[in-house]
Protein backbone atom coordinates (compact mmCIF):
# COMPACT_ATOMS: atom_id res chain seq x y z
CA UNK A 1 0.00 0.00 0.00
CA UNK A 2 1.66 3.41 -1.40
CA UNK A 3 0.31 6.07 1.53
CA UNK A 4 1.15 9.79 0.50
CA UNK A 5 1.55 11.58 3.75
CA UNK A 6 0.52 15.65 4.13
CA UNK A 7 1.82 18.21 7.22
CA UNK A 8 0.95 21.44 8.07
CA UNK A 9 0.03 21.84 11.52
CA UNK A 10 2.62 24.45 12.18
CA UNK A 11 5.61 26.21 10.11
CA UNK A 12 6.82 23.53 7.76
CA UNK A 13 4.65 22.17 4.78
CA UNK A 14 5.80 18.63 3.70
CA UNK A 15 4.67 15.90 1.35
CA UNK A 16 5.64 12.29 1.51
CA UNK A 17 5.13 8.75 0.20
CA UNK A 18 5.89 6.21 2.02
CA UNK A 19 5.03 2.00 1.41
CA UNK A 20 3.08 0.66 4.23
CA UNK A 21 3.88 0.43 7.44
CA UNK A 22 6.38 2.98 7.41
CA UNK A 23 9.13 2.69 4.44
CA UNK A 24 9.97 6.30 3.23
CA UNK A 25 10.15 6.47 -0.52
CA UNK A 26 10.20 10.18 -0.12
CA UNK A 27 9.95 13.24 2.20
CA UNK A 28 10.05 16.89 1.05
CA UNK A 29 9.97 19.49 3.73
CA UNK A 30 9.72 22.84 3.19
CA UNK A 31 10.36 25.18 6.18
CA UNK A 32 9.13 28.64 6.46
CA UNK A 33 12.39 29.29 9.42
CA UNK A 34 13.12 32.31 7.49
CA UNK A 35 9.96 34.06 7.33
CA UNK A 36 9.65 33.75 10.77
CA UNK A 37 12.66 34.81 12.27
CA UNK A 38 12.18 38.20 12.35
CA UNK A 39 9.10 38.19 14.30
CA UNK A 40 10.92 36.03 17.03
CA UNK A 41 8.40 33.08 16.59
CA UNK A 42 5.35 31.64 14.06
CA UNK A 43 3.35 34.14 12.78
CA UNK A 44 -0.35 32.34 12.07
CA UNK A 45 -1.50 34.40 9.28
CA UNK A 46 2.05 34.28 7.57
CA UNK A 47 2.38 30.22 7.72
CA UNK A 48 -1.15 29.69 6.60
CA UNK A 49 -0.40 31.20 3.55
CA UNK A 50 3.11 29.83 2.92
CA UNK A 51 1.33 26.79 3.27
CA UNK A 52 -1.05 27.64 0.34
CA UNK A 53 2.06 28.61 -1.29
CA UNK A 54 4.06 25.82 -0.95
CA UNK A 55 2.03 22.60 -0.62
CA UNK A 56 1.62 22.31 -4.40
CA UNK A 57 5.15 22.14 -5.60
CA UNK A 58 6.15 20.16 -2.12
CA UNK A 59 3.62 17.54 -3.05
CA UNK A 60 4.57 17.04 -6.56
CA UNK A 61 8.42 16.99 -5.41
CA UNK A 62 7.61 13.67 -3.09
CA UNK A 63 6.20 11.97 -5.77
CA UNK A 64 8.96 12.64 -8.15
CA UNK A 65 11.59 11.52 -5.26
CA UNK A 66 9.45 8.59 -4.95
CA UNK A 67 9.77 7.55 -8.73
CA UNK A 68 5.77 7.39 -8.80
CA UNK A 69 2.59 8.93 -10.60
CA UNK A 70 -0.32 10.06 -8.89
CA UNK A 71 -2.02 6.75 -10.23
CA UNK A 72 -0.11 4.73 -7.44
CA UNK A 73 -1.60 6.52 -4.35
CA UNK A 74 -3.67 4.55 -2.59
CA UNK A 75 -4.82 6.30 0.29
CA UNK A 76 -4.05 9.74 1.51
CA UNK A 77 -3.01 10.41 5.06
CA UNK A 78 -2.96 14.36 6.57
CA UNK A 79 -2.47 15.82 9.95
CA UNK A 80 -5.51 17.36 11.00
CA UNK A 81 -4.46 17.93 14.82
CA UNK A 82 -3.17 19.46 17.16
CA UNK A 83 -1.57 22.60 15.70
CA UNK A 84 -2.16 26.10 14.52
CA UNK A 85 -5.39 26.05 12.86
CA UNK A 86 -5.01 27.71 9.64
CA UNK A 87 -2.16 26.05 8.98
CA UNK A 88 -3.83 22.63 9.70
CA UNK A 89 -6.58 23.59 7.55
CA UNK A 90 -4.38 24.10 4.27
CA UNK A 91 -3.31 20.23 4.45
CA UNK A 92 -6.13 18.88 5.52
CA UNK A 93 -8.33 21.20 2.42
CA UNK A 94 -5.52 19.69 0.25
CA UNK A 95 -6.00 16.12 1.45
CA UNK A 96 -9.62 15.90 1.31
CA UNK A 97 -9.07 17.68 -2.29
CA UNK A 98 -6.86 14.88 -3.66
CA UNK A 99 -8.32 11.59 -1.83
CA UNK A 100 -11.82 12.85 -3.97
CA UNK A 101 -9.79 13.55 -7.38
CA UNK A 102 -7.52 10.01 -6.93
CA UNK A 103 -10.79 8.40 -5.20
CA UNK A 104 -8.67 7.10 -2.81
CA UNK A 105 -9.41 7.30 1.16
CA UNK A 106 -8.50 10.13 3.49
CA UNK A 107 -7.13 8.89 6.78
CA UNK A 108 -6.47 12.07 9.31
CA UNK A 109 -3.58 11.83 11.40
CA UNK A 110 -2.89 12.80 14.90
CA UNK A 111 0.36 14.69 14.51
CA UNK A 112 1.49 13.64 17.88
CA UNK A 113 1.23 9.77 16.94
CA UNK A 114 4.03 11.13 13.86
CA UNK A 115 6.51 12.19 16.55
CA UNK A 116 5.37 9.23 18.27
CA UNK A 117 6.47 6.60 15.83
CA UNK A 118 9.01 8.26 14.22
CA UNK A 119 11.54 6.45 15.14
CA UNK A 120 10.76 3.38 13.24
CA UNK A 121 11.17 5.09 10.03
CA UNK A 122 14.65 4.48 9.43
CA UNK A 123 15.84 1.22 8.00
CA UNK A 124 16.88 -1.32 10.22
CA UNK A 125 14.71 -0.37 13.05
CA UNK A 126 12.42 -2.72 14.63
CA UNK A 127 8.23 -3.03 14.29
CA UNK A 128 6.74 -0.86 17.15
CA UNK A 129 4.63 -3.71 17.97
CA UNK A 130 7.87 -6.28 18.81
CA UNK A 131 8.93 -3.58 21.43
CA UNK A 132 5.79 -2.99 23.36
CA UNK A 133 4.94 -2.43 26.02
CA UNK A 134 7.37 1.20 24.99
CA UNK A 135 7.77 4.42 26.59
CA UNK A 136 7.92 7.37 24.00
CA UNK A 137 9.34 10.49 25.17
CA UNK A 138 7.68 13.14 22.64
CA UNK A 139 9.83 16.72 22.77
CA UNK A 140 8.81 19.40 20.54
CA UNK A 141 8.65 23.16 20.33
CA UNK A 142 4.82 22.81 21.25
CA UNK A 143 4.56 19.37 23.16
CA UNK A 144 6.39 17.64 25.56
CA UNK A 145 4.89 14.37 26.77
CA UNK A 146 5.78 10.95 28.18
CA UNK A 147 3.21 8.08 26.81
CA UNK A 148 3.55 4.37 27.65
CA UNK A 149 2.64 2.34 24.26
CA UNK A 150 0.99 -1.21 25.24
CA UNK A 151 0.48 -1.76 21.23
CA UNK A 152 0.19 0.53 18.22
CA UNK A 153 -3.31 2.70 18.91
CA UNK A 154 -3.20 1.68 23.00
CA UNK A 155 -1.34 2.97 25.86
CA UNK A 156 -1.54 6.03 28.54
CA UNK A 157 -0.46 9.46 28.75
CA UNK A 158 2.02 8.91 31.61
CA UNK A 159 3.10 13.13 32.29
CA UNK A 160 3.05 16.50 29.90
CA UNK A 161 4.34 19.63 30.55
CA UNK A 162 2.15 21.95 32.67
CA UNK A 163 3.32 25.34 30.98
CA UNK A 164 5.92 25.73 28.44
CA UNK A 165 7.46 22.67 26.09
CA UNK A 166 10.97 21.91 25.93
CA UNK A 167 11.41 23.37 22.78
CA UNK A 168 9.72 26.66 24.02
CA UNK A 169 11.85 26.37 27.29
CA UNK A 170 15.20 26.42 24.67
CA UNK A 171 13.78 29.08 22.15
CA UNK A 172 13.04 31.74 24.98
CA UNK A 173 16.14 31.20 26.68
CA UNK A 174 18.12 31.49 23.80
CA UNK A 175 16.10 34.45 22.99
CA UNK A 176 16.89 35.78 26.73
CA UNK A 177 20.57 35.20 25.71
CA UNK A 178 20.00 37.32 22.57
CA UNK A 179 20.59 34.23 19.96
CA UNK A 180 17.97 33.81 18.04
CA UNK A 181 14.95 32.24 16.65
CA UNK A 182 14.81 29.32 16.80
CA UNK A 183 17.57 29.23 19.41
CA UNK A 184 17.40 25.45 20.38
CA UNK A 185 20.12 24.68 17.38
CA UNK A 186 22.25 28.02 18.50
CA UNK A 187 21.93 26.87 22.32
CA UNK A 188 22.94 23.41 21.71
CA UNK A 189 25.72 24.32 19.89
CA UNK A 190 27.74 27.07 21.98
CA UNK A 191 26.79 24.43 25.15
CA UNK A 192 29.47 22.34 23.44
CA UNK A 193 31.95 24.29 24.60
CA UNK A 194 30.66 25.62 27.85
CA UNK A 195 30.35 24.16 31.39
CA UNK A 196 27.10 22.58 32.56
CA UNK A 197 28.26 23.29 36.17
CA UNK A 198 28.86 26.97 36.23
CA UNK A 199 25.65 27.84 37.38
CA UNK A 200 22.72 25.96 38.96
CA UNK A 201 19.00 26.85 37.11
CA UNK A 202 15.86 24.83 38.72
CA UNK A 203 14.80 21.64 36.80
CA UNK A 204 10.99 22.76 37.54
CA UNK A 205 9.66 20.04 39.80
CA UNK A 206 5.90 19.39 39.72
CA UNK A 207 4.62 18.80 43.47
CA UNK A 208 0.97 18.26 43.58
CA UNK A 209 -1.60 16.39 41.07
CA UNK A 210 -3.93 19.72 41.34
CA UNK A 211 -1.57 21.30 39.25
CA UNK A 212 -1.02 18.10 36.32
CA UNK A 213 -5.01 17.37 35.89
CA UNK A 214 -4.56 14.27 37.83
CA UNK A 215 -1.05 12.87 35.87
CA UNK A 216 1.25 11.72 38.77
CA UNK A 217 3.49 14.93 39.29
CA UNK A 218 6.73 12.60 39.02
CA UNK A 219 6.12 12.26 35.09
CA UNK A 220 5.19 15.65 34.27
CA UNK A 221 7.80 18.54 33.51
CA UNK A 222 7.36 22.48 34.38
CA UNK A 223 9.59 24.67 31.95
CA UNK A 224 8.44 28.22 32.63
CA UNK A 225 10.46 29.03 36.20
CA UNK A 226 13.51 27.98 34.14
CA UNK A 227 13.17 30.57 31.40
CA UNK A 228 12.13 33.01 34.25
CA UNK A 229 15.14 32.17 36.39
CA UNK A 230 17.20 32.98 33.31
CA UNK A 231 15.93 36.31 33.42
CA UNK A 232 16.20 37.14 36.98
CA UNK A 233 19.88 35.83 36.67
CA UNK A 234 21.04 37.77 33.52
CA UNK A 235 19.26 41.49 35.15
CA UNK A 236 21.40 40.81 38.11
CA UNK A 237 24.93 39.53 35.90
CA UNK A 238 23.81 40.91 32.96
CA UNK A 239 26.11 39.42 29.98
CA UNK A 240 28.93 41.89 28.18
CA UNK A 241 28.10 42.03 24.48
CA UNK A 242 31.96 39.93 24.34
CA UNK A 243 30.89 37.70 27.02
CA UNK A 244 32.45 34.57 24.92
CA UNK A 245 33.07 31.71 27.57
CA UNK A 246 30.58 33.09 29.91
CA UNK A 247 27.80 33.15 27.67
CA UNK A 248 28.72 29.59 26.88
CA UNK A 249 29.08 28.52 29.90
CA UNK A 250 25.62 29.60 31.02
CA UNK A 251 24.33 27.97 27.62
CA UNK A 252 25.43 25.02 28.92
CA UNK A 253 23.66 25.08 32.37
CA UNK A 254 20.54 26.40 31.11
CA UNK A 255 20.58 23.64 28.81
CA UNK A 256 21.53 20.71 31.43
CA UNK A 257 18.95 22.04 33.57
CA UNK A 258 16.23 21.34 31.06
CA UNK A 259 18.36 17.72 29.83
CA UNK A 260 18.22 16.98 33.69
CA UNK A 261 14.65 17.57 34.25
CA UNK A 262 13.78 15.51 30.94
CA UNK A 263 15.85 12.59 32.21
CA UNK A 264 14.55 12.82 35.35
CA UNK A 265 11.10 11.86 34.43
CA UNK A 266 12.33 9.46 31.94
CA UNK A 267 13.77 7.71 34.89
CA UNK A 268 10.75 7.41 36.88
CA UNK A 269 8.55 6.49 33.66
CA UNK A 270 10.98 3.86 32.64
CA UNK A 271 10.85 1.98 36.50
CA UNK A 272 7.14 2.60 36.26
CA UNK A 273 6.40 0.99 33.70
CA UNK A 274 8.58 -1.74 33.54
CA UNK A 275 9.08 -1.10 29.61
CA UNK A 276 12.19 -2.55 27.96
CA UNK A 277 12.53 0.31 25.27
CA UNK A 278 12.21 4.52 25.15
CA UNK A 279 11.69 5.84 21.77
CA UNK A 280 11.86 9.18 21.33
CA UNK A 281 11.09 11.89 19.16
CA UNK A 282 10.33 15.89 17.92
CA UNK A 283 12.51 18.33 17.09
CA UNK A 284 14.21 18.77 20.57
CA UNK A 285 15.43 15.04 20.48
CA UNK A 286 17.82 16.43 17.83
CA UNK A 287 19.44 18.27 20.91
CA UNK A 288 23.04 16.81 21.21
CA UNK A 289 23.78 16.53 24.76
CA UNK A 290 19.86 15.20 25.24
CA UNK A 291 20.96 12.65 22.89
CA UNK A 292 24.27 11.70 24.56
CA UNK A 293 22.61 12.11 28.15
CA UNK A 294 19.50 9.72 27.19
CA UNK A 295 22.44 7.18 25.78
CA UNK A 296 24.25 6.82 28.72
CA UNK A 297 21.15 6.55 31.08
CA UNK A 298 19.16 3.86 28.73
CA UNK A 299 22.40 1.93 29.01
CA UNK A 300 23.33 2.19 32.28
CA UNK A 301 19.74 0.71 32.43
CA UNK A 302 20.38 -2.17 30.58
CA UNK A 303 17.15 -0.70 28.42
CA UNK A 304 17.02 -0.23 24.37
CA UNK A 305 16.76 3.41 23.09
CA UNK A 306 15.30 4.27 19.83
CA UNK A 307 15.82 7.81 18.62
CA UNK A 308 14.54 9.50 15.67
CA UNK A 309 16.94 10.19 12.87
CA UNK A 310 17.78 13.89 12.44
CA UNK A 311 15.70 14.01 9.11
CA UNK A 312 12.63 12.53 10.97
CA UNK A 313 13.05 15.00 14.36
CA UNK A 314 11.36 18.16 13.00
CA UNK A 315 7.88 18.33 11.66
CA UNK A 316 7.98 16.25 8.00
CA UNK A 317 5.20 14.07 6.72
CA UNK A 318 7.07 10.88 6.59
CA UNK A 319 5.86 10.07 10.43
CA UNK A 320 2.24 11.16 9.43
CA UNK A 321 1.77 8.68 6.67
CA UNK A 322 3.58 6.29 8.66
CA UNK A 323 0.70 6.88 11.51
CA UNK A 324 -1.93 5.77 8.63
CA UNK A 325 0.89 2.81 7.32
CA UNK A 326 0.24 1.11 11.16
CA UNK A 327 -3.46 0.76 10.76
CA UNK A 328 -3.90 4.19 12.60
CA UNK A 329 -5.61 7.27 11.95
CA UNK A 330 -9.33 8.27 11.30
CA UNK A 331 -10.78 6.26 8.19
CA UNK A 332 -14.36 6.26 6.97
CA UNK A 333 -16.52 8.85 4.86
CA UNK A 334 -17.25 10.72 7.74
CA UNK A 335 -13.81 11.76 7.58
CA UNK A 336 -13.99 13.83 4.69
CA UNK A 337 -16.83 15.66 6.62
CA UNK A 338 -14.23 16.64 9.81
CA UNK A 339 -12.43 19.87 10.63
CA UNK A 340 -9.64 20.43 12.15
CA UNK A 341 -8.67 19.58 15.70
CA UNK A 342 -5.96 22.15 17.25
CA UNK A 343 -6.03 20.66 21.34
CA UNK A 344 -6.06 17.22 20.31
CA UNK A 345 -3.81 15.31 22.71
CA UNK A 346 -1.14 12.48 22.09
CA UNK A 347 -3.59 9.59 22.58
CA UNK A 348 -7.11 10.78 21.20
CA UNK A 349 -7.49 9.22 17.62
CA UNK A 350 -10.08 10.44 15.42
O1 LIG B 1 9.23 19.19 16.32
P1 LIG B 1 9.52 20.59 15.89
O2 LIG B 1 10.17 20.81 14.57
O3 LIG B 1 8.21 21.45 15.87
C1 LIG B 1 7.09 21.22 16.64
O4 LIG B 1 6.30 20.29 16.34
O5 LIG B 1 6.95 21.97 17.65
O6 LIG B 1 10.40 21.24 17.06
C2 LIG B 1 10.93 22.54 16.97
C3 LIG B 1 11.65 22.84 18.27
C4 LIG B 1 12.08 24.29 18.40
O7 LIG B 1 11.69 24.74 19.67
C5 LIG B 1 13.60 24.20 18.28
O8 LIG B 1 14.29 25.21 18.99
C6 LIG B 1 13.87 22.85 18.87
O9 LIG B 1 12.83 22.03 18.37
N1 LIG B 1 15.19 22.34 18.48
C7 LIG B 1 16.21 22.12 19.34
C8 LIG B 1 17.31 21.67 18.57
N2 LIG B 1 16.92 21.61 17.26
C9 LIG B 1 15.61 22.01 17.23
N3 LIG B 1 16.28 22.28 20.67
C10 LIG B 1 17.45 21.98 21.26
N4 LIG B 1 18.54 21.57 20.59
C11 LIG B 1 18.52 21.39 19.26
N5 LIG B 1 19.61 20.96 18.62
ZN1 LIG C 1 5.67 18.49 15.72
Redesign the pocket.
Known amino acids: MIILGIESS ?1 D ?1 SSAAVIEAPCRVLSNTVSSQIALHGPYGGVVPEIACREHVRALPAVISDALSQAGIGWGAIDAVAVTYGPGLASSLLVGLAAAKALSLRLEVPLIAVNHLQG ?1 LFSPFLSPGMPEPAAVCPFVSLIV ?4 TCLVRVDAPGRGELLGQTIDDAA ?2 A ?2 KGANLLGLGY ?4 V ?2 RLAREGDPRYRRFPRGRVDAKSWTGGLDPRFCFSFSGLKTALRYYLADEPLAPDAGQRLRDVAASYQEAIVDALLRRVTAAMEQSGAGTLAVG ?3 S ?3 RLREALAALLASQGRQLLLTEPAY ?3 NAAMVAAVAGLGLGGRGESVAARDVCPNLSVLEAY
Do not use: A
Not at 140 to 143: A, E, F, N, P, W
Not at 182 to 185: A, L, N, R, Y
Open positions: CEHSGGHGEFDPGGPLDGGVLNSCGD
